[in-house]
């Protein structure tokens, strides 16, 4: 098995670069001389590495150490892992009177000594696997030149501790047994049991087959992959049909009888006889099946005439369309197996894909009748980052550049020679470009290379005139008429989505060709979904000025949040109100209702300072906010006649970064309905009085001294552009924030921004509250699965040697918890038999469909009517405070309390949430640095 990453490098440097390996003839390396094979042709197995060397490392450290301490009697291995490598490789780069001889074949021209060796100069030595690929470099930069062989060499050759390293680890099998791990468990105990029904369908595994490891060797050696394999393919039914093979290592799902395995096959070129020898290594265990299983699964989808977008896979032949917004809906499912707590499951969850009829071609010509000077710059603000499908080959594309120079007349090289976009579609797909002068679609993909450590880019150029749009944009989403009809589409029933699953189990016992995809690796999946035993939990109280109300089953208290005295008011006695002449009349029906409803609230509202513009020029807007917001402000409103992005860019980068105060834009059409105004201006009311720096509610959090934060970032388009913003708890309640964005090109670097705004975060708590905080506890949004030892390893340390900075030995106990958002995981609450409803707010599930190795749970803290409900996922990086996992769950879920945009629970916590609307703001319209004058109040809600 090839290995991989540094490790691939590490040990081809130890092979290409220190010295040359000896090899039998008899036994020829099944690499083929490429260096990939997991065995190079030295008799000694990956199992016999154990037994000689003192080195008590483990994994790659201790087959290492164990070569340095046969190969070098003067190797002290008392380090662990790759410690023990670094001795080695000390003692291998220091002054050696001698090289001995070594040899790749007997009587090869290569075979090489040298009579001597000059001193070597001192290690320059880096850190971590850095050093040892320094060191490795460095031995091979002193490795003398080559000379014929002489007698004296052959009769005494001297020893040689690099040249042992290079023959041994040349033997090391990287791929090893690796047993399966006892899975980890962290149960809370807190709250009412209730079963759940979840999409997750479990994978039986037949105990008589599996996965079964053999190396593959060819004698004479093989130097094609594609060689091997046709060898190898001869004998199909002497092993049987199926198998995965790489070129060195083959995967079977039956042993064979014995351990070496031999077939002979003809060179038919040469009429030389081949022998192919498979050497068994190992079964595999469960855990190491995972890709495998997945690629299996992939296969299936593919059988079924599934098309794959992503990782997700929609059948083209049952699309639903929505014939009057040009528009159909692709059915599908998504798919993803993994060794959980519980076992190895199969997650599967109902999917479908929007697809536009019309062209990309008809967007541009839309952009060039809207507006012929911007048309282009409009076209790239619309296109770029959506993604489009070519339907004649059912692949998508994300497009990141338009390029405007090129046309389909354009050329491009081929192996043949140049050929245009218009004669390359007519001869490969048949099909008739029509306009010749539309501009071409850039999409950049990334893709892995195998022996190479950076992936490299690959350039598609597009026609627009066949592609079309995939997904919902931005001008759908403003369209309630055509939300609408997606939703009926799209929004499905916990009933319809376990219906779906069981559809997906009979669609694949119905194909006989899928069937045998699993059977013939031993596999087989259950008919029904996973049954659990969750919990559900205590309903929460929520705390105002005078009263305090328990929040019922749905988590809701919108009435009593427009009804009750505030917890922290702050009275509005200076604020500014700005409007056109044309929207007088909703500027007076809000000036009335403003008053009214901020009376049963607690807030006192004077009347305010108006200001009439005469036209709706963003110009107009900027200089009227530059004249009219003093220091002594508190506020501005803004009714705007339309929603506009440009105009209210410019108004948030006055109020929040250039002149900073408080700002409440508001769209007129919202103060147009007579019926629903006032509700319209209450949850206006009470978002003001959050931008004031006053407090909605509470909930009881029973911690003391203990600072809350949230992390999330946002990234633009175009991938220049990052924001991570930063929201910490600076008083006991956890009902004032301060939050902080950083802005950072491509390749800047994140943690510099967040470890100062953890900073200014220490200052602010400890202003409040004369003292900094003895625990932090952060909650990460924005990180997938292939982050979290980032989080563990980088953030967590830099944020630590931030605090370290405040105070003399400040040393806090950090909880750090990642919040994932963007899972295919649901879980459904039993009503009765057959009949699957929403979990209520406040159900947990923390086993099972939980991670095998990690600590971790599954959250429902929102109330869904419509639809099937998401719940969050919280991975438990770090906990310094050692709490129990109730006391974790029930936190997450108290926060999802606060978020003062919404009377009832938000999907995370209110700092998360808040770290999201913080950093959306600042990239999509202000992109440059908040006032710190605002930092303490919620300005950006």
């Known amino acids: 098995m090839t290995g991989r990453g540094r490790g691939f490098i590490t040990r081809s440097d130890i092979l290409d670069k220190l010295t040359t390996k000896t090899s039998d003839p008899s036994e020829p390396s099944s690499s083929g001389g490429s260096e990939k094979g997991s ?13 000689s060397g003192s080195g008590s490392g483990s994994g790659r ?73 320094e060191m490795i470099r460095t031995s091979s930069q002193q490795l003398p030149p080559k000379s014929e062989v002489s007698p004296e060499s052959e009769a005494a050759p001297a020893a040689d501790p690099t ?65 091997r394999m046709k060898y190898l393919n001869e004998h199909r039914e002497k092993y049987g049909g199926t198998k995965t093979f790489d070129g060195v290592t083959l995967y079977l799902p039956i042993q064979l009888p014995d351990k070496v395995t031999k077939y002979y096959s003809v060179n038919p070129a040469t009429k030389e006889k081949i022998e192919i020898s498979l050497v068994f290594q190992f079964k595999k265990a469960l855990g190491q099946c995972i890709q495998l299983y997945n690629v299996l699964f992939n296969r299936i989808m593919k059988t079924l005439n599934y098309v794959q977008f992503d990782r997700k896979h929609y059948d083209p032949t049952a699309p639903q369309i929505i014939p009057q917004y040009r528009l159909e809906i692709w059915p599908g499912y998504v798919t993803a197996v993994d060794y959980y707590e519980g076992g190895i499951m199969l997650c599967c969850d109902v999917s479908h894909r929007l697809l536009c009829q019309k062209t990309v071609l008809d967007t541009l010509t839309e952009c060039a ?47 043949d020679g140049k050929i245009s976009y218009v004669d390359y579609y007519k001869n490969h797909y048949n099909i008739d470009i029509q306009d010749r002068k539309q501009p071409l679609l850039i999409s950049i993909k990334s893709r892995r290379v195998s022996n190479k450590p950076e992936p490299e880019e690959l350039t598609f150029c597009l026609i627009p005139e066949i592609c079309n749009l995939t997904g919902i944009r931005d001008e759908m989403r403003s369209d309630f008429k055509v939300m609408r009809e997606i939703a009926t589409h799209t929004r499905i029933t916990p009933n319809q989505r376990v219906a779906g699953l ?94 009214k409803c901020g009376r049963p609230m607690g807030m006192h509202i004077s009347k305010p300072r108006v200001q009439i513009l005469n036209d709706d020029r963003t110009e107009t807007w900027v200089n009227t906010l530059r004249s009219f917001v003093k220091p002594d402000v508190q506020i501005v409103t803004l009714i705007c006649p339309t929603s506009r992005d440009d105009r209210y860019a410019a108004i948030k980068k006055i109020c929040c970064a250039e002149s900073p105060v408080p700002s409440q834009v508001i769209n007129a059409r919202t103060l147009g309905r007579e019926d629903k105004n006032r509700s319209i201006v ?13 407090t909605l509610w509470s909930i009881k959090i029973p911690f003391k001294n203990v600072m809350v934060c949230g992390v999330d970032t946002y990234h633009d388009a175009s991938k220049t552009l990052s924001v991570a913003a930063f929201v910490a708890s600076i008083n006991k309640s956890y009902t004032k924030w301060y939050s902080r964005a950083v802005m950072q090109q491509k390749k800047e670097e994140l943690m510099n921004g967040l470890c100062a705004s953890l900073k200014y975060a220490l200052q602010s708590y400890k202003k409040y509250n004369n003292q900094l905080p003895d625990k932090i506890i952060v909650f990460r949004d924005g990180v997938g699965d292939g982050q979290l030892k980032m989080c563990s390893d980088y953030e967590l340390p830099h944020l630590k040697d931030a605090c370290a900075t405040e105070a003399a030995n400040y040393n806090p106990a950090f909880t750090y918890i990642v919040v994932q958002k963007r899972i295919n995981t ?45 719940p969050t996922h919280f991975v438990v990086v770090t906990d310094e405070s050692n709490y129990s996992p109730d006391v974790l769950q029930r936190l997450s879920y108290k926060l999802c309390f606060l978020y003062y945009n919404w ?32 930092a303490d109040k919620l300005f950006y809600l």
């Open 39 to 51: 065995g190079s042709g030295g008799k000694t197995e990956t199992s016999d590495l154990g037994k």
């Open 61 to 133: 450290g201790k087959l290492l150490a164990s070569i340095l301490s046969q190969g070098s009697s003067g190797v002290s291995s008392g380090g662990q892992g790759r410690a023990s490598l670094l001795a080695g490789l000390r003692v291998a780069s220091a002054p050696t009177p001698s090289l001995g001889h070594s040899s790749r074949e007997e009587g090869s021209p290569h075979a090489q000594s040298a009579p001597s060796m000059p001193a070597s100069e001192p290690v320059s030595i880096s850190r971590g696997r850095g050093r040892i690929l």
């Open 163 to 227: 040249a042992a390293i290079a023959q041994q680890v040349g033997r090391i099998n990287l791929e090893r047994d690796i047993p399966d791990s006892e899975p980890l468990i962290k149960k809370g105990e807190h709250g009412t049991p209730a079963t759940a029904c979840t999409n997750y369908i479990r994978l039986k595994s037949d105990p008589n087959k599996g996965v079964f490891v053999y190396e593959v060797k060819f004698n004479p050696k093989i130097d094609s992959r594609n060689e």
């Open 369 to 415: 009748r809207a507006n012929r000077d911007l048309w282009q710059e409009n076209a790239k603000k619309a296109l770029i980052g959506a993604v489009v499908l070519t339907r004649y080959n059912n692949k998508t594309y994300r497009i990141d550049d338009i390029d405007f120079q090129s046309n389909p007349m354009s050329t491009f090289e081929t192996r």
């Open 502 to 595: 069981r559809k997906f189990y009979a669609n694949i016992n119905n194909c006989k060709e899928a069937r045998e995809i699993l059977s013939n690796w031993g596999l087989s999946i259950d008919s029904e979904p996973e049954k659990v035993l969750a919990r559900q939990m205590d309903e929460e109280v929520v705390f105002f000025n005078r009263k305090e109300f328990p929040v019922g089953p749905n988590a809701d208290f919108g009435r009593q949040a427009t009804n009750n005295e505030l917890l922290e008011v702050v009275n509005m006695t200076n604020w500014v109100l700005v409007h056109t002449r044309n929207d007088m009349r909703a500027a007076k029906s809000f000036m009335d209702l403003v008053e």
């Open 682 to 694: 209450q949850k206006i009311v009470l978002q003001m009085n959050c931008k004031l720096g006053g």
């Open 826 to 870: 649901k879980i459904f609450f039993e009503a009765s038999r057959n009949n699957y409803e929403n979990p209520r707010p406040g159900f947990v599930l923390d086993h099972s469909i939980t991670r095998r190795y990690l600590y971790d749970y599954f959250l429902v803290s929102q109330s869904v009517r419509q639809g099937t409900v998401s």
């Open 903 to 934: 009377p009832g629970t938000v999907r995370v916590p209110a700092c998360c949430q808040y770290a999201h609307k913080l950093a959306y703001l600042v990239g999509q319209s202000i992109r440059r640095p908040t006032s710190e004058t605002l």
